[in-house]
């Protein structure tokens, strides 16, 4: 019984979850890595345990991993902090944030943001995330509007449906959009898959 009240005395700062109970977007700590579930699945095996099979994002690097648990272990839950900002400017490699409450300023380098800062344009709000002080990225809105900087003219006489053509974008993304959209015009892309969604 005495060990019994050790071990939770030492878990007591942690809050643990079931791996039962892992939900998309949850974010758990293993082996000291931030890793949020992008997508779990429970498998029951004709012979032996359950399992659950889990595609997880790693916040600091970036990184997908695919990693199996026993079904009913427990694993560390993070506490992340999203603090809501604007993107101010980029200089040289240096992306700066502000919080537009306490005015505090933040900087996050091209590295750390990945493929990220292809969706950035001036005065972008975004939610920067925070684990225990420690800023680990930022999180996009889900779709966002930019101006087509390019683009080539429609061929007269293609009027098909589902022919695409390339477009360069503000923040320098490309593309595929209808032979419809034009330059200048504002379109709405996803920032899951960087594609197009419609006309803005």
Do not use: C, W
Not at 152 to 173: F, I, P, R
């Amino acid at each position: 019984m005495q060990v019994l009240d050790i071990r939770l005395e030492d878990e007591g700062e942690k809050k643990l979850t079931n791996s039962n109970d892992f939900k998309n977007g949850m974010t758990i700590k293993i082996d000291n890595d931030i890793f949020s579930i992008v997508e779990s699945q429970h498998v029951k095996p004709g012979k032996g345990a359950a399992i659950v099979k889990a595609k997880m994002k790693n916040l600091r690097t970036g990184s997908i991993i695919e990693k199996t648990f026993n079904a009913g272990v427990k694993v560390e839950t993070a506490r992340i902090e999203k603090k809501p900002m604007q993107f101010l400017y980029v200089q040289g490699d240096i992306y700066y944030f502000m919080d537009m409450n306490t005015y505090e300023q933040v900087e996050l380098n091209s590295a750390s943001l990945g493929d990220d800062i292809k969706f950035l344009k001036e005065n972008l709000d975004v939610e920067i995330t925070f684990y225990e002080g420690e800023m680990l990225g930022l999180s996009l809105p889900d779709k966002i509007v930019l101006e087509v900087t390019h683009t080539e003219s429609a061929v007269k006489g293609n009027t098909s449906n589902t022919a695409m053509k390339d477009a360069t974008l503000e923040t320098g993304l490309t593309v595929k959009v209808p032979l419809f959209v034009n330059q200048g015009e504002k379109i709405l892309v996803s920032t899951s898959d960087g594609k197009y969604v419609s006309r803005a």
